[in-house]
Antibody, heavy 117, light 107 residues
Framework: QGQLLQSGTEVKRPGASVKISCTASGDTFTTHQMHWVRQAPGQGFEWMAIINLRGGSLNYAQKFQGRLMMTRDTSTSTVYMEVSSLTSEDTAIYYC??????????WGQGTLVTVSS | DIQMTQSPSSLSASVGDRVTITCRASRSLGIYLNWYQQTAGRAPQLLIRAVSNLESGVPSRFSGGGSGTDFTLTITSLQPEDFATYYCQQSYTTPWTFGQGTKVEIK
């Protein structure tokens, strides 16, 4: 049974960047895709991006184009997501989600990012 | 983007009640419709994948159905641990989109 372990809570100033990691275990990393989804306080879910873990191809949601970067390290089964030019509207819990054949399989435990001056 | 509309947004029910939540998509999803349960401060738990396939460990009182654009999540005989917020989600295409959630509260 696979699982995803995300990095810990972050507090950032407006204008800063944040880099979150998500490490997979117990599953075949390169046969899947990884998505990032976020949930602002008291709100619903917003899809951000997907990376193909075998070939590394990327697709970002239009609203994040230009300030979102995803990378993967197949040697450690880890995906990184960096969000730049943070504002208070980026305060949210960020989740990585492993998918296979276009279906979700596992969610990470979430990483709280707080953007505050 | 595919719009997902859940109803109701909240409901009050008693232990033992049968509860049905509806999710409507703005286009046909085939089998790419999933349901989640979320309790406060926790990551969403995947309950049902591909319209009606129960995830391992999920009690059989949960069931999913529907086709095309209209889907349902049914909980027969609601239990205390089922009071939570439920979300539908389409994985037909990116961007994945989610319903706004249905909060199931104790009557």
């Amino acid at each position: 049974q696979g699982q995803l372990l995300q990095s810990g809570t972050e507090v950032k100033r407006p204008g800063a960047s944040v880099k979150i990691s998500c490490t997979a275990s117990g599953d075949t990393f390169t046969t899947h895709q990884m998505h990032w989804v976020r949930q602002a306080p008291g709100q619903g879910f917003e899809w951000m991006a997907i990376i193909n873990l075998r070939g590394g191809s990327l697709n970002y949601a239009q609203k994040f184009q230009g300030r979102l970067m995803m990378t993967r390290d197949t040697s450690t089964s880890t995906v990184y997501m960096e969000v730049s030019s943070l504002t208070s509207e980026d305060t949210a819990i960020y989740y990585c989600v492993l998918s296979s054949y276009d279906f979700p399989r596992h969610w990470g435990q979430g990483t709280l990012v707080t953007v505050s001056s | 983007d595919i719009q997902m509309t859940q109803s109701p947004s909240s409901l009050s029910a008693s232990v033992g009640d049968r509860v049905t939540i509806t999710c409507r998509a703005s286009r046909s999803l085939g089998i790419y419709l999933n349901w989640y349960q979320q309790t406060a401060g926790r990551a969403p738990q995947l309950l049902i994948r591909a319209v009606s396939n129960l995830e391992s460990g999920v009690p059989s009182r949960f069931s999913g159905g529907g086709s095309g654009t209209d889907f349902t999540l049914t909980i027969t005989s609601l239990q205390p641990e089922d009071f939570a917020t439920y979300y539908c989600q389409q994985s037909y295409t990116t961007p994945w989109t989610f319903g706004q959630g249905t909060k199931v509260e104790i009557k």
